[in-house]
């Protein structure tokens, strides 16, 4: 069956460090990744999307990769901030309808 | 312009009885989606309506049903509800039918069943 795994414990990092976070995939074949933010209590945020004919997209200091052939995405934040403090969730999407899979999460915490 | 809003945001309800949630898309989006999601683990599609028509179905039983009216707002309906029920409800719009953009959610209601 398709699964999907993102770090399973939580990363801590200091402000002004890069975090990175993991999103691996098996069985499956997504033409779109997504990640998305939630803060505690609250919906999900979009963050990004990328295509599976791209490698690498960028929105000021978020940068995403994707690799269809390790079936493995990589979430950067670049000079992290306390108020990047959240949980982060991949999510895949294929060709066709609107259902989206989800990963368990990441939650990031940022210290000053 | 408003985003998703949902209602109600919290309610509690006992093992056998039914709830039914509410979902109000962005205005101008025609694709509603339901996902539920248990503490700690990452939403689980329920099901997602387009221009009305039911456009896909997750592997939840029969007790979970749903619909689309005219204004696209949308209702999802859980019968003889199970403590394993409890979880935050989540209501996402989007424009297109398809996985080539975004999904904007609402913050969910949280169904607590005792």
């Known amino acids: 069956s398709q699964k999907i795994e993102q770090n399973s414990e939580a990363l801590n990092i200091q402000e002004g460090k890069t975090a990175t976070l993991t999103c691996n995939y098996t069985?499956?074949?997504?033409?779109?990744l997504q990640w998305y933010r939630q803060d505690p209590g609250r919906g999900p945020v979009f963050l990004l999307l990328?295509?599976?004919?791209?490698k690498e997209k960028r929105k000021e200091r978020l940068k995403v990769t994707f690799d269809t052939t390790l079936k493995q995405s990589l979430f950067h934040i670049t000079a992290s901030q306390p108020a990047d403090s959240a949980t982060y969730l991949c999510?895949?999407?294929?060709?066709?309808?609107?259902?989206?899979?989800f990963g368990q999460g990441t939650e990031l915490s940022v210290k000053p | 312009d408003a985003g998703v809003t949902q209602s109600p945001t919290h309610l509690i309800k006992t093992r056998g009885q039914h709830v039914t949630l509410r979902c109000s898309p962005i205005?101008?989006?025609?694709?509603v989606s339901w996902y539920q999601q248990v503490l700690g683990q990452g939403p689980q599609f329920i099901f997602q309506?387009?221009?009305?028509?039911?456009?896909g179905r997750g592997n939840f039983p029969d007790r979970f049903s749903a619909r689309q009216f005219p204004n696209y707002s949308s209702e999802l309906n859980v019968n003889a509800l199970l403590l394993g029920d409890s979880a935050l409800y989540l209501c996402?719009?989007?424009?297109?039918?398809?996985?080539?953009?975004?999904?904007?959610f609402g913050e969910g209601s949280r169904l607590t069943v005792l």
């Open positions: 205005s101008g989006h025609k694709s």
């Open positions: 996402a719009s989007s424009s297109r039918g398809e996985n080539t953009g975004e999904l904007f």
């Open positions: 069985n499956y074949s997504p033409a779109y």
């Open positions: 309506y387009y221009e009305k028509e039911e456009r």
């Open positions: 990328i295509r599976e004919n791209e």
């Open positions: 999510a895949l999407g294929a060709r066709r309808g609107g259902k989206l899979i």
